[in-house]
């Protein structure tokens, strides 16, 4: 199922059209399947369900929800051109806009606490907070903003539903998903990768 997304994601994100011309990344699929396996491989099964069928619909009626992400992210780090396309993007309700905060608060405290425990990492990684964004420069905040507005409400219900039981398990999805992804790249542990990059 995993596979699947990634692979559903990928053709969406091949169809991005970049104000600059096609990013490199798109060019990258091993990276880029890297770094979405290590979120999806934390995401429990039903919300993993869930947004496939996401991915599936929006195929279906013509909507990219890899380009909608990254549009979104410009009401932060492009808000000039953002007004000329946001009456393109589906409107969010004051729910969604209100879960999305939710989220968007726990999961920065939780990069807090990465960054704290894993310093030499995080200098590898995104800016954590919104007001550190620039044009070309998107911050952790902002991008789980901007996929959050994708997801239907239900699997942002279910995304919703997935932090709360991890709070009160005291969890940290983004140590978590971090430590899949170095997996990935050959490392242990995380402290392993902490001091290979001090």
């Known amino acids: 199922m995993i596979d699947e997304i990634i692979q559903r994601e990928w053709e969406f994100f091949q169809k991005v059209h970049n104000i600059g011309g096609r990013a490199s990344c798109q060019d990258d699929f091993e990276t880029f399947y890297l770094q979405r396996k290590g979120q999806f491989e934390v995401f429990y099964d039903n919300l993993l369900q869930s947004y496939l069928q996401d991915l599936k619909d929006a195929k279906a009626i013509g909507r990219n929800l890899v380009m909608e992400k990254y549009a979104y992210m410009m009401e932060s780090t492009d808000f000039q051109y953002f007004q000329t396309i946001k ?6 309700d004051f729910k969604q806009r209100e879960l999305i905060d939710y989220i968007c608060q726990v999961e920065v405290q939780m990069r807090e606490e990465f960054n704290q425990k894993y310093p030499n990492l995080s200098s590898l990684m995104r800016d954590t907070y919104s007001h550190e964004d620039q044009q070309d420069d998107t911050s952790f905040e902002t991008y789980l903003r901007g996929e959050l507005s994708t997801y239907s409400p239900q699997t942002l219900w279910l995304y919703g539903q997935m932090i709360v039981d991890m709070l009160k398990r005291n969890e940290n999805m983004i140590i978590q998903i971090m430590h899949k992804t170095i997996e990935a790249y050959g490392y ?6 902490e001091e290979k990059h001090s």
Do not use: F
Request: proline share 8%; net charge negative; no cysteine.
């Open 87 to 92: 009456g393109d993007l589906p409107v969010l």
């Open 188 to 193: 242990s542990s995380l402290e392993e990768a």
